[in-house]
C-alpha cells in the first residue's frame, strides 16, 4: 500500500528534523513526504529544504496564513493545502504534526493492519510525553481515540467523511463519521508515539472557549456537553476549565453557528456517545 504523508509545520524548528528523521527511518517509507510550513518565523523551512535536498520523497510548501493559533483550523487549513498539492494514487493519507518520534516499524504495523481488514477506516497509535526523564502516556482522551498528531486514513474512508473539518473537534468527528458510515477506528497500544511538546502548549486565551464550540458543532447538545466538559477538564487536571467549555457551548448556540454534521449524523452522534457512556457505566 502507497501512503502519503502531510505535516502542517508552524515554528517547529526545534521539532521537526527529528520527525522527518523518524519517517525517513522507517522500515516501510512513505512514498511522499509533504510539510506545510505555515507562517514560520524560525528555521523550519531551512530545515526541511535541507532534508528535500537529499531525499525526492520530501517536498516544502511554504504558506501565509494568520499568525494567530487557534486549535483545529489552522491546521487542518495547512493540512489541506498540502494535501491539494499530491496526486489521488495513495491507499492511505496521513495527517502527522511536526513534534513526533516515530518508532521505525510504525508505518510497517499501520499497513498491516489496513491489509487485514478491508472495514478499517483509520489507524493510529498513543502518545507519550517526557516527564522526569521517563515517557509515560498523554492522558488526554479514552484509548480508542486516534490523537489528531497522528492520523491514517484508508482513501475510501477519507472521501467519504469529507477530508478532514477546519474546526476544533475535526480530531473528533472524523471517527464519529467513519463509524457513520461503518468504518472501524483502530488504536494499536504498541505503537508508541514521542510527543515532544504537550498538546496546545501554543494555544492563547482566546482559544479556550474552542472546546464548548467543538462539542456543540458535533451536535453533541447540552446534557453530553456538560459530561463531556467535565470529563476532559478534569483529565488535564484544571476543574474550572469546565465551565470555560459550557460557555462555549452556549455562545455557539446563541451565534447559530452552523454544525460539522447533518441532523442525522448528529442523532447517530448523540445515541453512539449515550450507548458509549452506558457501556462504561455497567462494565
Same mark, same amino acid.
Given at each position: 500500500?502507497?501512503?502519503?504523508?502531510?505535516?502542517?509545520?508552524?515554528?517547529?524548528a526545534?521539532?521537526?528534523? %527529528?520527525?522527518?528523521?523518524?519517517?525517513?527511518? %522507517?522500515?516501510? /517509507?512513505?512514498?511522499?513526504?509533504?510539510?506545510?510550513?505555515?507562517?514560520?518565523?524560525?528555521?523550519?523551512?531551512?530545515?526541511? !529544504? @535541507?532534508?528535500? &535536498?537529499?531525499?525526492?520523497?520530501?517536498?516544502?510548501?511554504?504558506?501565509?496564513?494568520?499568525?494567530?493559533?487557534?486549535?483545529?483550523?489552522?491546521?487542518?487549513?495547512?493540512?489541506q493545502?498540502?494535501?491539494?498539492?499530491?496526486?489521488?494514487?495513495?491507499?492511505?493519507?496521513?495527517?502527522?504534526? /511536526?513534534?513526533?518520534?516515530?518508532?521505525?516499524?510504525?508505518?510497517?504495523?499501520?499497513?498491516?493492519?489496513?491489509?487485514?481488514?478491508?472495514?478499517?477506516?483509520?489507524?493510529?497509535?498513543?502518545?507519550?510525553?517526557?516527564?522526569?526523564?521517563?515517557?509515560?502516556? !498523554?492522558?488526554?482522551?479514552?484509548?480508542?481515540?486516534i490523537?489528531?498528531?497522528?492520523?491514517?486514513?484508508? $482513501?475510501?474512508c477519507? !472521501? %467519504?467523511?469529507?477530508?478532514?473539518?477546519?474546526?476544533?473537534?475535526?480530531?473528533?468527528?472524523?471517527?464519529l463519521?467513519?463509524?457513520? #458510515?461503518?468504518? $472501524?477506528?483502530?488504536?494499536?497500544?504498541?505503537?508508541?508515539? =514521542?510527543?515532544? $511538546?504537550?498538546?496546545? /502548549? @501554543? #494555544?492563547?486565551?482566546? &482559544?479556550?472557549? $474552542?472546546?464548548?464550540? +467543538?462539542?456543540?458543532?458535533?451536535? #453533541?447538545?447540552?446534557?453530553?456537553?456538560?459530561? &463531556?466538559?467535565?470529563?476532559?477538564?478534569?483529565? =488535564?487536571?484544571?476543574?474550572l476549565?469546565?465551565?470555560?467549555?459550557v460557555?462555549?457551548?452556549?455562545?455557539?448556540?446563541?451565534? *447559530?453557528?452552523?454544525?460539522?454534521?447533518? +441532523?442525522?449524523?448528529?442523532?447517530?452522534? %448523540? *445515541? #453512539?456517545?449515550?450507548?458509549?457512556? =452506558?457501556?462504561?457505566?455497567?462494565?
Amino acid at each position: 500500500m502507497k501512503y502519503y504523508v502531510i505535516i502542517p509545520a508552524h515554528n517547529e524548528a526545534k521539532y521537526i528534523a %527529528q520527525t522527518i528523521t523518524s519517517l525517513l527511518d %522507517q522500515t516501510q /517509507a512513505p512514498n511522499k513526504i509533504v510539510v506545510v510550513n505555515d507562517h514560520s518565523t524560525d528555521e523550519t523551512a531551512s530545515i526541511v !529544504e @535541507n532534508f528535500a &535536498a537529499k531525499n525526492t520523497s520530501i517536498r516544502l510548501l511554504s504558506i501565509e496564513s494568520d499568525a494567530i493559533h487557534l486549535p483545529g483550523s489552522k491546521v487542518i487549513r495547512a493540512f489541506q493545502k498540502g494535501f491539494d498539492t499530491v496526486d489521488d494514487h495513495y491507499d492511505v493519507i496521513v495527517k502527522l504534526d /511536526a513534534d513526533l518520534i516515530l518508532p521505525t516499524n510504525y508505518f510497517e504495523t499501520i499497513i498491516s493492519h489496513f491489509t487485514s481488514d478491508d472495514a478499517i477506516g483509520m489507524i493510529g497509535g498513543f502518545a507519550y510525553i517526557e516527564k522526569n526523564n521517563e515517557w509515560i502516556l !498523554e492522558n488526554l482522551t479514552d484509548k480508542d481515540h486516534i490523537r489528531g498528531a497522528f492520523k491514517a486514513y484508508r $482513501k475510501k474512508c477519507f !472521501e %467519504q467523511i469529507g477530508g478532514l473539518k477546519p474546526a476544533m473537534g475535526w480530531d473528533t468527528v472524523d471517527e464519529l463519521l467513519a463509524k457513520f #458510515y461503518g468504518w $472501524k477506528v483502530i488504536t494499536d497500544e504498541s505503537l508508541q508515539v =514521542k510527543h515532544l $511538546k504537550p498538546t496546545g /502548549a @501554543n #494555544y492563547n486565551k482566546a &482559544a479556550r472557549f $474552542k472546546q464548548g464550540e +467543538a462539542f456543540y458543532s458535533l451536535g #453533541y447538545g447540552f446534557p453530553i456537553t456538560v459530561i &463531556a466538559s467535565l470529563k476532559l477538564a478534569m483529565m =488535564k487536571k484544571q476543574p474550572l476549565l469546565f465551565f470555560d467549555y459550557v460557555q462555549g457551548f452556549w455562545k455557539a448556540k446563541a451565534a *447559530n453557528k452552523p454544525l460539522l454534521v447533518s +441532523a442525522e449524523q448528529a442523532n447517530f452522534i %448523540q *445515541n #453512539y456517545r449515550w450507548q458509549k457512556m =452506558k457501556e462504561k457505566i455497567f462494565q
